[in-house]
């Protein structure tokens, strides 16, 4: 099911995140904090509750869910969403919705590397 994600993930390379922060209307300081941030993701599961922690040297973000199943989430730069993760062939694919604004995170491992692709 979800097991290639299991795990400890690093990251390793970003690209167009302050792009992407600034479309979301985050302010100059923390996204600069942002793309300083080179966050750890603790990804386990407990029966069918799958959890993803982010951990960066400014902030922790945990969310718990089951697949197929709305709930809402805090976002990490503080957005309260309605989110839902499905899964898709080999990749997770989260899905955020607030105020008419929707962003969606897709998560695949390649290689034994998390690529992690965000889409406004």
Known sequence: MVEQFLGTWKLILSENFDDYMKELGVGFAQ??????????????????????RTETIFTVNEISFQLDQEFEERTIDNRLA???VTKDNDTLIHTQKWND??????RKIVDGNMVLVIVK
């Open 101 to 106: 604004n929707h962003t969606t995170i897709k």
């Open 82 to 84: 309605k989110s839902i």
């Open 31 to 52: 996204r600069q904090l942002g793309v300083l941030a080179k966050p750890k993701i603790i990804i386990t599961m407990d029966k069918d509750v799958i959890t993803i």
